[in-house]
């Protein structure tokens, strides 16, 4: 007899604070059979899995070499065996899988395989880790536009796709994977024509109790993060937006009981290293 269908689900598990969970990624894992979830989804979430549920990590630890990274061939092969299995698989992935999450590689793989899927969208870390800080991307006031960059292409060695000139035009730069590279990003915006005395964030492990954000401004940013010894995972956010977190920043202030209530269950969510 020929196993039943199987289904793969791409959930995306927000920024870090488990109650930006979608519902329906909450429903996704407390169905699956195999849950493959990445470093960055807070494995708080694994709870909410079936007792019998099979998980496997498959996260991308860098160059560490006490946690050698799974190949993302593995990963796809994985999937698609399990779903081939007759298996309800769920893909948890850090953010939105679709925002620099490798979910577009992964979706391609399964319809070239002939699997079943469907995307689950999630908070990405480009909009809640600013939210989280007090920074809003968008303003009507100040900024009308937003880009979401990878910044993990190397603009001083012309290894970079981006056009940073048109980049620096942009009211709203949000930088992914970018704090390795921070002193040559803001050196490619200021040539690119932005002004140095635009403000600038650096937000790491955004929206949990380990959230930590350094300012300064498009000058000094790199040096300012590195003084603080802010390191990955960090989101960087370069504009007049930046500025608004002196009024608005609400959730890494020594802060009113009331908030401390609301956020209770993000802030206890703890250090997201499996
Ligand atoms: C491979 S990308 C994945 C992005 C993810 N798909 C999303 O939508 O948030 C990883 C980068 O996202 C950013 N990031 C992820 N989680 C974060 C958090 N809690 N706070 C700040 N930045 C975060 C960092 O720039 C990190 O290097």
């Known amino acids: 007899m020929p196993n039943p269908p199987g289904f793969v689900s791409l959930v995306g598990a927000g920024p870090g604070d488990p109650e930006l969970l979608t519902v329906k990624g909450l429903r996704r894992l407390q169905r699956a059979d195999v849950v493959a979830y990445d470093r960055l989804a807070n494995p708080v979430l694994l709870k909410e899995c079936r007792l019998d549920a099979e998980l496997v990590f498959v996260g991308k630890h860098g160059d560490n070499p006490l946690h050698p990274s799974v190949p993302q061939e593995a990963i796809n092969a994985l999937l698609i065996a399990k779903a081939r299995a007759g298996k ?17 590689e992964e979706a391609l793989e399964l319809v070239r395989a002939g699997v079943p899927f469907e995307v689950v969208p999630g908070v990405s870390s480009a909009v809640a880790a600013p939210a989280y800080a007090g920074i809003p991307v968008t303003h009507r006031r100040l900024s009308a ?12 060695k012309g290894g ?27 050196a490619a915006l200021l040539a690119g024509g932005r002004a ?6 650096a937000v790491r ?24 010894g802010l390191t990955a995972p960090a989101t960087v956010i370069v504009g007049e937006v930046v500025q608004l977190r002196d ?7 020594p802060f009113h009981p009331e908030v401390a209530e609301a956020v209770g269950a993000g802030r206890a969510a703890g250090p997201l290293t499996p």
């Open 160 to 186: 970079s796709s981006h056009d940073w000139g048109a980049l620096a035009r942009v009211d709203t730069l949000v930088v992914l994977m970018g704090m390795g590279r921070l002193e040559a990003i803001t």
């Open 88 to 104: 309800q698989v769920v893909r948890l992935k850090g953010g939105d899988p679709f925002v620099f999450g490798r979910g577009g």
């Open 247 to 253: 009024e608005l920043r609400w959730f890494d202030l």
């Open 145 to 156: 536009s937003v880009a979401i960059v990878a910044g993990h292409e190397d603009p001083l």
């Open 205 to 228: 492990w955004g929206t949990t109790a380990e959230q930590r954000t350094v300012t300064g401004t498009l000058a000094t940013i790199a040096a300012e993060v590195r003084r603080a």
């Open 196 to 201: 140095p005395h635009t403000p600038a964030a």
